[in-house]
């Protein structure tokens, strides 16, 4: 079964910096995706960005970037610029590309305030 | 945003008493989930669909079934309610497989449940 985890269950990024949020995740599968997922105080899960396992170049989105690395199992999210909005808990997340499921195993989750 | 309702949005219930949750979607899609949400677990599978009355069991099924007679509608229900259940409950939706698809699951709004 695949795990995922981050380690981070808080951060902090004062408004207009940057901040890197840390996710690790363990499978033998070679093909699957990654998710980084938002959830503000309304629980809204909201997708921010998406990486598919066989690509190499990393996602973009705005100003939300990953950084990918599929040997060491690491996907760590990039906010920059960071605004007030961008507080929130955010999930990592992975779907595997086989088998019947292929549901969202998830991270417990960083939450992350801006300050202004 | 995908067209995913559930109802209802919010529900206090008596321990022992049985409880459905609904979800309905408007875009046809193939893979339906129910997780739930709680502080620490960020989110864990229920019950998954992929297909009408196709359904399979997930990580935390213990209490919980699922019926699945059309395509839209995903039922999750509580045969005796108990205090552990107590939780914000989440509705996703998946279309059919496939690179072109993007394979993003998408999340209904929430439904917080409350068993006193």
């Known amino acids: 079964a695949q795990t995922v985890t981050q380690s981070q269950p808080e951060m902090s990024v004062q408004e207009a910096e940057t901040v890197t949020l840390s996710c690790t995740y363990d499978?033998?599968?070679?093909?699957?995706?990654l998710f980084w997922y938002k959830q503000p105080p309304s629980r809204q899960m909201i997708l921010v960005i998406r990486?598919?396992?066989?690509?190499?170049q990393n996602a973009t989105e705005n100003r939300f970037s990953v950084n990918f690395q599929k040997a060491a199992k690491s996907f760590s999210l990039k906010i920059s610029d960071s605004q007030l909005g961008d507080a929130a808990m955010y999930f990592c997340?992975?779907?595997?590309?086989?088998?019947?499921?292929?549901?969202?195993?998830f991270g417990s989750g960083t939450q992350l305030t801006v300050l202004p | 945003d995908a067209g995913i309702t559930q109802s209802p949005r919010h529900k206090v219930t008596e321990t022992g008493t049985p409880v459905t949750l609904r979800c309905h979607q408007t875009?046809?899609?193939?893979?339906m989930y129910w997780y739930r949400q709680d502080p620490g677990h960020g989110l864990r599978l229920i019950h998954y669909?992929?297909?009408?009355?196709?359904?399979d069991k997930g990580e935390v099924s213990d209490g919980y079934s699922v019926s699945r007679s059309k395509t839209e509608d995903f039922l999750l229900t509580l045969e005796s309610a108990t205090s552990s259940q107590t939780s914000v409950y989440f509705c996703?939706?998946?279309?059919?497989?496939?690179?072109?698809?993007?394979?993003?699951?998408?999340f209904g709004e929430g439904s917080w449940l409350t068993v006193v």
């Open positions: 875009e046809n899609h193939r893979y």
């Open positions: 997340a992975y779907r595997s590309a086989s088998g019947s499921a292929r549901q969202l195993t």
């Open positions: 990486q598919e396992a066989y690509k190499q």
């Open positions: 669909s992929y297909g009408v009355k196709d359904t």
């Open positions: 499978t033998s599968e070679s093909d699957y995706y």
């Open positions: 996703a939706i998946s279309e059919n497989w496939g690179r072109s698809s993007g394979n993003t699951i998408y």
